[in-house]
């Protein structure tokens, strides 16, 4: 980095504040890799969002953020709210970022996730964009807890990824591996809710680092269609001890309005 780059950084920080070293290293690293539009790889630069892609993510959000018992399956689960619907740029955004290893975009999701369902807002400091503290969100929960990966090959963990920006918006610790998954499961894909279901009973347990005794837990996904996972989820969670459980997604499959749901 020449002289220039680092006496704007250090020019972008407010007077009498110390120099934060972590932050001048992500700088370092933006300016060498530049955030990107997770929905058509535009560099986003300083701006918060793409503007390129607001008018056709605008139709794709959900104007109801928190997700309906009549349309999902919740089990024991407290609550569950979702950002997006799940079609359109939104799905393939999401599709690219699990399996196109494009891991960078859930940064930019996850702060998205943060900004929408939570309503933090950010700043910049030393050109790197940040989140205020949504500090009623320690009102609300104690821990976040990542869904586990559901697939082996693939070397990172998208719900974690999305958990990491919301962590820092929100003031709260996160625990990895507090869940596990304890047998492979079918892809949910096409598979009917009480396949779903099925498919996904005793599929996870409380992991040996799981410490929810007595904790509000916040469950994070990137997408929430059935709530067949989180339901599940929030059972493992519960027997281990957590006092409930709510959960979040970047996106949501709009189940039908009439399907039969267990009683």
């Known amino acids: 980095m020449n002289g220039t780059a680092y006496e704007k950084m250090h020019n972008a920080a407010a007077p009498n504040t110390p120099i934060d070293l972590h932050l001048l290293r992500e700088a370092a690293l933006e300016f060498l890799f530049p955030r990107r539009c997770p929905f058509c790889d535009a560099v986003l630069g300083g701006q918060l969002e793409c503007p390129d892609c607001a008018a056709r993510l605008k139709p794709l959000a959900l104007p109801q953020k928190r997700l309906a018992p009549a349309t999902h399956y919740f089990g024991r689960l407290e609550q569950a709210a ?4 799940y079609a359109g740029a939104v799905r393939q955004a999401v599709l690219r970022m699990k399996y196109g290893g494009c891991r960078w975009y859930a940064r930019e999701l996850g702060s998205r996730m943060a900004r929408d369902l939570f309503g933090c807002t950010f700043f910049r400091r030393y050109g790197i964009l940040l989140p205020e503290r949504a500090l009623w969100g320690k009102l609300a929960y104690d821990v976040i ?3 586990p990966k559901s697939s082996r090959r693939r070397g990172y963990n998208v ?7 919301l962590a820092g918006a929100l003031g709260l610790p996160i625990q990895a591996e507090a869940l596990r998954r304890v047998r492979c499961t079918q892809h949910q894909a096409g598979l009917s809710l009480e396949e779903r279901l099925v498919n996904v009973a005793g599929a996870f347990c409380a992991g040996r680092a799981c410490d929810v005794e007595g904790q509000r837990v916040l469950l994070v996904d990137d997408v929430i269609t059935t709530g067949a996972t989180a339901a599940a989820c929030t059972e493992a969670l519960l027997k281990a001890g957590a006092e409930q459980v709510s959960a979040v997604g970047f996106a949501s499959s709009q189940w039908q309005q ?5 009683e």
């Open 82 to 85: 979702a950002d997006y619907r």
């Open 145 to 147: 807890v990542p869904v």
């Open 159 to 165: 719900p974690l990824l999305l958990a990491e920006p």
């Open 258 to 262: 009439d399907l039969e749901l267990p």
